[in-house]
């Protein structure tokens, strides 16, 4: 189970979708790859981030904009994020550092 180039979809509270891959994952926020280039970080208000790993599993969360640059990439930074997701989180980071010590909760 690793995350990188996993379909990620961003939803707005107005319902626009964004479809991207994921880059990067931490338990505090992600990076992003966007699919439309043509976003705009002030219309990120606190969006809600579903991403879908290869064996299906679905971390959900809202998040907030940190930024995004020139290569379409978008940080986000976990706003609220359920139990079962962080938990998923947190064993997906753990199998991609391959120690489970580097963690701090």
Do not use: W
Not at 12 to 24: F, N, V
Not at 33 to 41: E, H, M, P, S
Not at 59 to 71: C, D, G, M
């Amino acid at each position: 189970m690793y995350f990188h180039d996993a379909q990620t979809q961003i939803i707005l509270p107005d319902g626009q979708t964004y479809d991207g891959s994921l880059l990067d994952i931490s338990l505090n926020g992600c990076l992003l790859n966007l699919v439309d280039a043509d976003i705009d970080i002030d219309t990120m208000k606190i969006p809600e981030l579903a991403i879908t790993l290869d064996d299906g599993l679905v971390i959900s969360a809202l998040a907030e904009a940190v930024f995004i640059n020139k290569e379409s990439q978008l940080g986000l930074r976990f706003t609220n994020i359920g139990l079962d997701s962080i938990t998923s989180l947190k064993h997906l980071v753990e199998l991609n550092l391959s120690n489970s010590n580097f963690i701090r909760a």
